[in-house]
């Protein structure tokens, strides 16, 4: 790549980030129709039952997180940790483009079936970019594709730069800071009226790991804040994960039918888009009933809920398991005298801090540092010391939610009672 060849030739009106500015080879990806199919993949599946404004999509978030991916490259050049070429700086901002280009209908709500392929959406993005005229572009271009892909996946692919990886994908990386601002913009929670810039422009390089700048901790707190917030609010909203179970609940009944998971390849997934799949849904056999029900905006109801949040391992790998769900499911669908089918239970969960992504790094660990007054030498800073707000949000939230629909929520509120009483659900696993 000679970026003395990359000539900056138009700029797209962004709502959250202001004029972005696009090159030759940017304007090429975008033009692809792999990465235009992210205008028909909603950023906020489900999210609209409940913020009319939540229709953005993948595509002007995936804009946003090259912006900011390239800012942020741009910024810790002034480290002196780091040394990054004009070439390191577009293989980030290509990166955080591209990041998304995996991405099934309905977003995350189509994890739930590729987990079943033992998938990803990043896995998905990998292969995408690797297998379709992405490929060629970036190639002809002189951009080493196993880079960007690597940059995406978390990889560390280019030698002594592992701090590159973390700024797609860390504990404080550019996707959740064009997500949590964009989304909160979109559906008017306002949670995420954090200033980014602030913790961008300030953060540096220690000992190989990007890290914060202590200076900018009441920033950076904030962001924690607004991400646990965000999450409890617009994420995890009981509305919004309802229209998801049905639409997950949907795609199971007619995976078969439609062949949903029978892509092979980058052409066959093309196919697949939030407009495309509703309507194959909506006209299935196996899955019209409960699209019906959706379309309707008859949604399940919330007949049981808790919300808690835990550092115990144990419990959270056990919560995780679909056996467990499946026994509990049962148990209170024959206290209620109802089909399992008729059952829902959602655990949604956040880690409050959110991880890593290092393998240098424990979980829940978030690199900082302070300059010497006199020396401007670093120094690192145990954030776990400095900041109750990070020690107090620690851990994995959890919201344990019983639905079903409107006519059977009572019966199913008594049986999931009987089955969980009063007590807190981390004092009932039992094997």
Known sequence: ????KIKKIQFIKDPIHGYIFIDDLVRELIDTRYFQRLRRIKQLSGSEYVYPGANHTRFEHSLGVSYLGEKMARSITNDENVTLSEKDINY????GLLHDIGHGPFSHTFEALLSKADKHHEDLSRWIIQKSEIADILKTNGVNVDIVTGLINGNKTIKGKGYLNQIISGACDVDKMDFIVRDSYH?????GQVDIMRILYTMGVFEGNLAVNYSALPAFEAFLIARVESFRTIYFHKVSRASQLMIVRAMELAEKELGLLDFKTPEDYLKLDDFTVWTKLLESKSSKKIMKKLADRKLLKVAFEREF???DEFLQSTLIKEDYRQRLIEEIANKAKLKAE???IDIPTLPSVPYSHSIDLPAYEV????RDGVSQEKKEVKIRNVSRIFESLMGMLY?????????????????AIEVFGEKSIGTQISF
Request: aromatic share 16%.
């Open 1 to 4: 790549m000679n970026p003395s």
């Open 92 to 95: 980030v901002k290509i990166a």
């Open 187 to 191: 559906t008017g929670a306002e949670y």
């Open 309 to 311: 949040m835990t550092r």
């Open 342 to 344: 008729d059952i829902f």
């Open 367 to 370: 690199p900082m540092f302070r």
């Open 399 to 415: 919201i344990f939610r019983v639905y079903s629909f409107e006519e059977n929520r009572e019966q199913v509120r008594k049986a």
